[in-house]
């Protein structure tokens, strides 16, 4: 059965997209939310570039079937460093986490760009309650986002 997985990616701006393709290729789905962000420029005081970055910079959601593509081969696969462990076990993460972060307004263009018809949202899914939908907005809000991963990070050790 197919579930979310964690991953990093290696350390480089290219290697996520590297990641992505890679898993492309033998048919698992990779999905790394990326947001615009405006930031000062240094030679015009007063005005912003806008800048395209991860929403969790260092991390990809994987979506695979371990009887099907070995954990070994992910990991194997160019531009991933590895998977997430808990306890020493690679474990799922929760599918409501992984849908609502694909449903904030950054993400959900990115997604279905990417992935035309792939993802279709469970309705008799068990949604995240109030205060989990807040600390997933308040990761997007976040401007650091070395400080978002490690929040992201905690919440999916919280949740789990």
Not at 42 to 56: C, T, W, Y
Not at 58 to 84: M, Q, R
Request: proline residues 6%; aromatic residues 10%.
């Amino acid at each position: 059965m197919e579930r979310w997985y964690l991953a990093c990616h290696k350390a480089g701006k290219d290697n996520v997209f590297k990641a992505q393709m890679t898993l492309e290729r033998i048919n698992v789905m990779a999905f790394s939310p990326i947001m615009r962000v405006y930031r000062p420029r240094a030679d015009r005081p007063g005005q912003s570039r806008q800048v395209i970055e991860q929403l969790f910079p260092g991390y990809i959601f994987i979506c695979f079937d371990p009887e099907i593509h070995h954990s070994s081969k992910i990991e194997t696969s160019p531009g991933i460093s590895h998977l997430v462990r808990f306890a020493g076990e690679i474990v799922p993460i929760r599918e409501t986490v992984v849908d609502s972060v694909m449903r904030l307004p950054v993400c959900v263009q990115a997604f279905s760009s990417i992935h035309p018809g792939k993802r279709q949202w469970d309705k008799n899914q068990v949604p995240l309650n109030n205060v989990q939908r807040q600390q997933i907005q308040s990761l997007v809000d976040e401007k650091d986002g070395e400080v978002r991963s490690a929040l992201f990070y905690a919440f999916i050790e919280a949740i789990r």
